[in-house]
């Protein structure tokens, strides 16, 4: 029965290895054991939903060997679509470790309604949050399928707050089955262990509400934490590193930048932790990256080495995204279809406004797999409200693309402003530090 799974984990296994992988430079220890790939396709879209200020990126980042245990070859076998849930998270090394350990909780309650039946296969919960694995078959093609919206609420019926979802939903929409993994986290541990998961389907124009309880044991997992406390200095710019913290889901680095930096810091591209085999453990690859505490302060993730210990344990980073901070907003007038502002370089052109649709053109030197912007405001400082934001290549080697947000409406004063939460530019240096 496990043969199936075990064949397409090799075959998954042979492709990384084929990947052409850039070698960075910190220190040789590093460099002989860091290997940074990507993987070029993209199978869904996904979506992000945070009542906090957070960030998030679709990307491919570091692919580590998998290892099938007979612990993890057992639960392969017996949890129905779990070859699809090893693919989707299979460049998260910290996830396939909560499997090999045990740690993951099999649940398989299903419920059927007009022709499709929705089934929550699995889940890992920690202190910090909880991973939900889910199928959805249908007796004919999904047509236009679409995930509405999800709820969690307590076995009484209280909605559960959290500070962050993450969902996806298919690019194809002839299939039959769809298997996804639903990512929330909390800003306080969650104490209920009777549960109840709403999932919105909308299939064609019509939408079926699936509601599924769901049963968590309680398992002990202490956080571990290193309290760091010590500041680099990176081209003039002051970033103090706080601390760092373990749980099973993802490793949470808490920063801290020097509000008389001259620069806005966006994002810690290649930050991750390291063993002293080289080993490492980098940033969430396909979820939520960051989140933002202050205007000074971040939450940066990484995939989590919670079920590894090793002798020594190093935090590196070499390559930021930064921007001036007299330009960290794009400015526009929309009514004359006109850049007002923007960082130095001029990657942005081609600005085009159709109804409350708002495009430009970003060329970059490289593939740049990010989505810039985050909040917008009026020339009255008013908060404007976007209903979504999009990006698609418009050439062959992707270092052009076409962006674009969505305004909910157009009530609104020129010009407007859009907040850069991600740039291509750049400081560099090279920061190492020794977890203890």
Do not use: C
């Not at 307590?154 to 969902?167: A, C, H, M, P, R």
């Not at 933002?292 to 090793?310: D, G, M, R």
């Not at 930021?320 to 279809?337: G, H, M, S």
Request: no cysteine.
């Amino acid at each position: 029965m496990f043969d199936k799974e075990e064949a397409k984990l090799t075959e998954w296994k042979e492709q990384y290895d084929s990947i052409n992988i850039p070698l960075e430079k910190i220190n040789k220890a590093i460099d002989a054991g860091y290997k940074n790939g990507k993987i070029p396709t993209k199978k869904k879209r996904k979506t992000w939903i945070w009542p906090s200020i957070a960030a998030a990126v679709l990307l491919i980042g570091f692919v580590t060997t998998i290892r099938v245990s007979p612990t993890f070859a057992e639960y392969l076998s017996t949890v129905p679509g779990m070859e699809k849930i090893v693919e989707l998270i299979s460049n998260n090394k910290g996830l396939l470790a909560a499997i090999d350990n045990e740690y993951a909780q099999e649940i398989g309650v299903s419920q059927e309604k007009n022709g499709m039946n929705v089934t929550i296969d699995a889940l890992i919960k920690d202190d910090t949050g909880m991973v939900i694995f889910y199928s959805i078959k249908a007796n004919e093609e999904l047509q236009h399928f679409q995930i509405e919206n999800v709820e969690l609420q307590t076995k009484e019926g209280t909605k559960i707050n959290y500070d962050s979802l993450s969902f996806g939903n298919p690019a194809d929409d002839k299939a039959k089955t769809y298997t996804d993994v639903l990512e929330y986290y909390f800003s306080k541990p969650l104490k209920d262990q009777e549960l109840q998961l709403t999932i919105k389907v909308k299939n064609d124009s019509e939408i079926t509400s699936f509601t599924l309880p769901i049963t968590v044991k309680q398992q002990e997992n202490k956080s571990k934490e290193f309290d760091l406390n010590k500041t680099v200095n990176i081209e003039d710019q002051k970033i103090k590193v706080k601390k760092v913290k373990v749980d099973p889901l993802r490793i949470a680095v808490h920063l801290e930048m020097d509000p008389n930096n001259s620069k806005q810091i966006l994002e810690f591209q290649d930050i991750r932790l390291v063993d002293q085999h080289g080993e490492a453990w980098s940033k969430i690859a396909n979820g939520i990256t960051s989140s933002k505490i202050s205007a000074h302060e971040q939450i940066v993730y990484l995939q989590s080495n919670y079920f590894k210990t090793p002798e020594e344990l190093y935090l590196v980073f070499s390559k930021i995204q930064a921007v001036d901070k007299a330009e960290a907003a794009v400015i526009i007038d929309t009514e004359k279809q006109m850049i007002i502002q923007q960082p130095k370089g001029n990657n942005l052109s081609n600005l085009q406004v159709e109804g409350q649709d708002i495009t430009f053109n970003l060329e970059t030197d490289k593939e740049f797999n990010y989505f810039i912007f985050s909040s917008i405001k009026d020339a009255k400082g008013k908060e404007v409200e976007s209903d979504s934001g999009f990006s698609h290549d418009i050439d062959v080697d992707g270092y052009t693309q076409k962006i674009g947000v969505t305004m909910a409406n157009n009530n609104y004063s020129n010009p407007i402003e859009l907040e850069l939460s991600f740039y291509p530019s750049w400081i560099e240096g090279e920061v190492k530090m020794k977890l203890e």
